[in-house]
């Protein structure tokens, strides 16, 4: 039995500051919890200081593996007018995991309007990404992935650019921490040049919303469009935009990624 990102959120135990949740195995990726729902948990809890103010970006660093049991600590660093600056600490069994700062921003009057324009529904050829137990990480058995452009990792053919499409299995309206949550799904790029399988990890991660006034309701068809900037001595750099089922685009994504091979 699996359990959805919406039961995951509603069972964390939520204080002004502080978040403690106990994450099943489902949501694993290797020997940590997924790096996207250690974010998605850190901006829950961040919400306990800051409950109504957007989102505007989140810089998280992984420190080291996060068990399944994790104690969220957040607080203040700066609140000025318009803006409210947030760390939040992620902490396992054997002590700091994770450090992630959030920062809130109200809308401005601005003359500067600059929007990416959306994208109409793909007509390319589908590749099913795989959920093989023991061999892709467990958390991917809560996304339907399937590839629109590029090739799958370990495929021997090297990719710089690939298209994603993703459904998540979970119920209900899209929140802010869906958002966080499909934005990490995508493994590293320069993985699709290697024949044999291999672990990869994410080292940092920059999240920025691009502040759309409503989320959409459907959880099926979003996507990912991501292109691979770099890849030498076991690092790769890699950006991505996130897009609606409409195809508005809801996120900014930049990593620095490891890969062990």
């Given at each position: 039995m ?36 250690q ?10 200081l800051?409950?109504?103010?957007p989102i ?59 929007t ?17 137990p023991?061999?892709t ?34 119920s ?5 921490e ?23 990890s ?5 999240l ?42 809801l ?11």
């Open positions: 699996t359990t959805p990102l919406s039961s995951v959120l509603a069972q964390a135990t939520v204080a002004s500051g502080t978040l403690e949740a106990h994450i099943a195995s489902d949501w694993m990726q290797g020997r940590s919890v997924y790096g996207g729902l974010t998605a948990l850190a901006l829950r809890a961040m919400r306990s800051v409950p109504s103010m505007r970006s989140l810089q998280t660093n992984f420190i080291a593996p996060l068990s399944e049991h994790v104690r969220a600590e957040c607080n203040v660093l700066r609140e000025g007018k318009n803006t409210v600056q947030v760390e939040a600490k992620l902490f396992g069994t054997d002590g700091l995991t994770t450090q992630i700062l959030g920062v809130f921003g109200l809308a401005r009057p601005s003359q500067i309007q600059v990416l324009p959306s994208e109409q529904p793909l007509n390319l050829g589908v590749t099913k990404f795989p959920f093989l023991g061999l990480p467990n958390f991917t058995q809560h996304f339907a992935i399937r590839l629109r452009e590029g090739h799958l990792p370990f495929s021997g053919v090297e990719t710089t650019n690939a298209i994603y499409e993703l459904d998540l299995h979970d209900g309206e899209t929140t802010e869906h958002i966080v949550v499909f934005a990490d799904v995508v493994p590293p790029l320069g993985m699709s040049g290697l024949r044999t399988p291999t672990f990869g994410t080292l940092t991660w920059m920025e919303f691009l502040g759309a006034a409503t989320l959409p309701k459907d959880l099926a068809n979003w996507r990912l469009h991501t292109t691979l900037v770099s890849a030498e001595s076991g690092y790769s750099n890699q950006s991505s935009i996130l897009r609606s089922p409409a195809g508005q685009a996120a900014l994504s930049r990593q620095c990624m490891l890969v062990f091979g």
